[in-house]
């Protein structure tokens, strides 16, 4: 059983940064996958970005790319979404998921954080 836990959410202004944390525990699996997704007001949950936990492979959304960063760091079991030149169409509920590998689907999931960016 894997568990995912965000945080790191808030306010911020149009061209700010944030960076959100998805801690991870139990027992990942080597080829584990961590994911991002988000959903706005009135609208489906989109996958933002993901990471291989073991060789730190990663892919984005294309609305995302270029302004947002996922990475890890194994010895904290840490996933983070350093999200850069934020805009208003961001704002969002943020979830990190996890998959046991890349052909299955996304399994576990937090409980979302909140992130609001004003024009």
């Known amino acids: 059983q894997v568990q995912v836990v965000e945080s790191g959410g808030g306010l911020v202004q149009a061209g700010g940064s944030l960076r959100l944390s998805c801690a991870a525990s139990?027992?990942?699996?080597?080829?584990?996958?961590i994911g991002w997704f988000r959903q706005a007001p009135g609208k489906e949950r989109e996958f933002a970005a993901a990471?291989?936990?073991?060789?730190?492979?990663?892919n984005y959304a294309n609305s995302v790319k270029g302004r947002f960063t996922i990475s890890r760091d194994s010895s904290k079991k840490t996933v983070y979404l350093q999200m850069n030149s934020l805009k208003p169409e961001d704002t969002a509920v943020y979830f990190c998921?996890?998959?046991?590998?890349?052909?299955?689907?996304?399994?576990?999931w937090g409980q979302g954080t909140q992130v609001t960016v004003s024009s």
């Open positions: 139990g027992r990942l699996p080597s080829a584990v996958n």
């Open positions: 998921a996890a998959r046991p590998n890349w052909i299955s689907s996304w399994r576990y």
């Open positions: 990471i291989t936990w073991s060789g730190g492979d990663t």
